[in-house]
């Protein structure tokens, strides 16, 4: 079974500058999958960001990026200039590829506070 | 607009009490999910199903039933079997592909009186 661990349990930011979330994830699988999510106070889970795992080249969506290491079996969210909409609780989430279908293991999340 | 609604957004059940989340998808998604979230907690799967008439049980079942007779149609029922059902309860939906998205609808908050 995958595990997915989020060792932040709570962050917080300045306006502007930039901020770096952790996930590690445990997996027999070599070709999977991870994402982050957002979810803000509204509870609304939002996808920020997607990795396939047999793609080297690190994922990036304008103010998001992660830095994807397979033999580590890490998958850290950098947000660049971050602003106060950013507040949120993130969760890194992990498939497993083949017949698991869209199935996800989420970890225990990360609330992340932008301050002004 | 193309999504997926739950209903209702609050939700309380006595004891003893059968209780069903209501969950609609207009996506056209082979795929459905059911996740159970507690306070500061990640998300866990209950249920899920890939097909119409086939759904199988996820991480934390016990206590919890669906069904899937229509494509668009997902509901949860909470039995009395299930003895902590205060959560918040998550429906999504996908292609069905590994490493496809899921969407999520906004969720129903469930309490008990």
């Known amino acids: 079974a995958q595990t997915v661990t989020q060792s932040q349990p709570e962050m917080s930011v300045q306006e502007a500058e930039t901020v770096t979330l952790s996930c590690t994830y445990d997996?027999?699988?070599?070709?999977?999958?991870l994402f982050w999510y957002k979810q803000p106070p509204s509870r609304q889970m939002i996808l920020v960001i997607r990795?396939?795992?047999?793609?080297?080249q690190n994922a990036t969506e304008n103010r998001f990026s992660v830095n994807f290491q397979k033999a580590a079996k890490s998958f850290s969210l950098k947000i660049s200039d971050s602003q106060l909409g950013d507040t949120a609780m993130y969760f890194c989430?992990?498939?497993?590829?083949?017949?698991?279908?869209?199935?996800?293991?989420f970890g225990q999340g990360t609330i992340l506070t932008v301050h002004p | 607009d193309g999504g997926i609604t739950q209903s209702p957004k609050y939700l309380f059940r006595k004891e003893g009490q059968n209780v069903t989340l209501s969950c609609e998808q207009n996506?056209?998604?082979?795929?459905m999910y059911w996740y159970r979230q507690d306070p500061g907690q990640g998300l866990r799967l209950i249920y899920y199903?890939?097909?119409?008439?086939?759904?199988q049980k996820g991480d934390i079942a016990e206590g919890y039933s669906v069904s899937r007779e229509k494509k668009e149609s997902f509901p949860l029922t909470v039995t009395s079997a299930q003895k902590n059902p205060t959560a918040f309860y998550l429906c999504?939906?996908?292609?069905?592909?590994?490493?496809?998205?899921?969407?999520f609808g906004s969720g129903t908050q469930l309490s008990v009186l």
């Open positions: 990795q396939e795992a047999y793609k080297q």
């Open positions: 999504a939906s996908s292609s069905g592909t590994s490493g496809e998205k899921l969407f």
């Open positions: 997996t027999s699988e070599n070709n999977y999958y």
């Open positions: 996506l056209n998604h082979d795929a």
């Open positions: 199903s890939q097909i119409v008439n086939d759904f």
């Open positions: 989430a992990f498939n497993a590829g083949g017949t698991s279908y869209g199935k996800l293991t």
